[in-house]
Structures are given as structure tokens and as C-alpha cells.
């Protein structure tokens, strides 16, 4: 049993040091921006499956998603242990701004490849995989746009803090009754038009000219 248990440590312990040194060539190759946009998408995927599985247990579905944030969040929160270990510190609702904001404590399974490597940080491109993971959960959950924002200044080296932020829906022009103008296209139409400056359509204007009149003048 001892000795399973420090294989596993040692495994451990050496994708630590492979997911930092990976991670920290890679980034120098194919630039920050690249690295995040694939460990973000990377992030999406088991945010789907853990998503799917949710709403199927609940008998919600995307398109009739979870109305209570707060409950919604908690039943995420207690699937997901076995990655992040969380916990919520303050609820607040900002109506002015449309918004209501989780703010939690959080510890990924990536927080000691991070704290053990001085080219790493918290809130860096490592944590676009969480970022990922948290916004596509979430806004499957809720059918609402979900932010998850690194607080710096709030965290510590034991967890981070972080404000996920999720942006209500405002009601549509049709919800609220209201018809959609259309603006008159520039110009004169035809109908303010006078009569004398319309030409039927498909016919060349009458030459009211006088054959007598152009010989006269060819003579002169």
C-alpha cells in the first residue's frame, strides 16, 4: 500500500514538472496568445461533458437552463471536487449593471506547477484551461454570458479568488413591444415626384420638336 501510494506521488510530482516545462517551451514557440487560445478550448470540452450531465440529471437542457444562479453554481461546485476544490465567499446582484457575482475561492490541480516555477504565474496562461472549464459550464447551466475574472490583489499563494460574473439577458425590442422602425432610404420618391418629371417606364421621351423647325435652322 506504502508503495502505491509513493508511485503515485512520484507521478504526481513529475507531470508537475512536465506540464511546467511544457507549457513554459511551448509559449515561447507559439506565442502567449496561441497557448491560451488551445488551453482555453482544451478547458471547453470536459466543461461540455460535465454540463451534459447536469442538465440530463436535473431535466433541464440548453435551451430551458437553471434559473437560480446560486443553486445551479453549488451543485457545479460539488461535481467538479475532483479538479477544484472551491468555495464561495460573497453572492451580490447588481441590477443598475444587469449582473449577479459569485465570488469564490478556488484551487485547480495546476496551483503547484505553478507555485514551483518562477517562468508561471497565477492568473497566467496556465489558468486558461480553468477559464475555459468555468465559462462553457456555466453558461450552459444558466443559458446567461459568464466571465471568470482573476482578482490579483484578493489571492494568496494557498488559493486564488476570483469573480465570476454572469451577465443577465436584457429583454428584446419583441419582448417588450416594440415594432422596429424603418427609415425612409434618401431620395425623392417617386410618388413626391410631379407628373411632368415621371417617364413611363420602358419608353423614350416624345421629341415635341417640329421637323420645319431644324431645317430653318440648318439654312440660316
Given at each position: 500500500?506504502?508503495?502505491n501510494k ?11 514538472i512536465?506540464?511546467g516545462?511544457?507549457l513554459?517551451?511551448?509559449?515561447k ?16 470540452k470536459?466543461a ?13 437542457s ?7 444562479i ?32 459569485i ?6 490541480a ?7 516555477r518562477?517562468?508561471?504565474s497565477y492568473?497566467g496562461t ?14 450552459m ?7 471568470y475574472?482573476?482578482l490579483?490583489?484578493e489571492?494568496?499563494?494557498d488559493?486564488?479568488?476570483i ?7 436584457k ?11 424603418i427609415?425612409?432610404k434618401?431620395?425623392i ?11 413611363p417606364?420602358?419608353?423614350k ?8 423647325d ?5 439654312e440660316s
Open positions: 500500500m506504502d508503495e509513493e508511485r503515485l506521488k512520484r507521478e504526481i510530482i513529475g507531470l508537475r512536465f506540464t516545462s511544457f513554459a517551451e511551448v509559449e514557440i507559439f506565442g502567449t496568445a496561441t497557448i491560451k487560445a488551445i488551453l482555453n478550448r482544451l478547458g471547453q470536459p461540455e461533458i460535465v454540463s451534459e450531465h447536469i442538465l440530463e440529471k436535473y431535466e433541464k440548453i435551451k430551458k437552463p437553471f434559473e437560480n446560486g443553486a445551479v453554481y453549488t451543485i457545479f461546485e460539488n461535481t467538479i471536487t475532483q479538479l477544484y476544490d472551491s468555495e464561495i465567499i460573497s453572492v451580490s446582484q447588481e441590477d443598475l449593471e444587469d449582473k449577479f457575482v465570488r469564490i475561492k478556488n484551487i485547480c495546476f496551483r503547484h506547477s505553478i507555485r514551483i518562477d517562468d508561471i492568473g496556465l489558468c486558461e484551461f480553468t477559464i475555459g472549464y468555468f465559462e462553457t459550464a456555466l453558461k447551466l444558466t443559458g446567461l454570458k459568464v466571465e475574472q482573476y490579483k490583489k489571492s494568496t499563494d488559493h486564488c479568488v469573480d465570476l460574473i454572469f451577465w443577465k439577458k429583454k428584446t425590442e419583441e419582448q417588450l413591444g416594440i415594432e422596429e422602425k427609415e425612409p434618401e431620395g420618391n417617386i410618388e413626391d415626384k410631379p407628373e411632368s418629371e415621371i417617364e417606364k420602358g419608353e421621351p416624345i421629341d415635341t420638336k417640329e421637323p420645319n431644324e431645317i430653318e435652322k440648318e
